[in-house]
């Protein structure tokens, strides 16, 4: 009887245990979609909020390792991208010229 009631505790608690993760690993995805829909965002701060906050949040114990490859190779997209677009700038070579009237 005693061995049952050990072998019992010992299940509860790993149950308990396994919940617990599980939870954790729910908030730490959370966390991750919440800082990933700040970096699409088209406000830059905003974006730039994101992307402070996505390598702290996606460094968790609790993303395997899959999901950490899945996270890199957003980052990497987002990057190459970023990196392939021209600097929006104004053009103002035109500016201080009148237009001839003829």
């Known amino acids: 009887m005693p ?15 396994q919940r617990t993760v599980a939870d954790k690993r729910a908030q730490a995805w959370q966390r991750i979609t919440w ?3 700040r970096t699409t965002s088209d406000n830059e701060a905003e ?11 996606t ?9 950490r490859d899945v996270l890199r190779a957003v980052a990497t997209r987002a ?6 677009s021209p600097a929006q700038t104004e053009d103002t070579d035109n500016q201080n010229e009148q237009e001839d009237p003829r």
């Not at 061995?3 to 245990?17: D, K």
């Open 47 to 57: 974006a730039a909020l994101g992307w402070d906050i996505y390598t702290p949040v």
């Open 3 to 17: 061995a049952q009631a050990v072998n019992t505790g010992h299940r509860v608690a790993l149950t308990v245990r």
């Open 35 to 37: 800082c990933l829909e």
């Open 79 to 84: 990057l190459w991208r970023a990196l392939a």
């Open 59 to 67: 460094d968790s114990p609790l993303i395997t390792r899959t999901e």
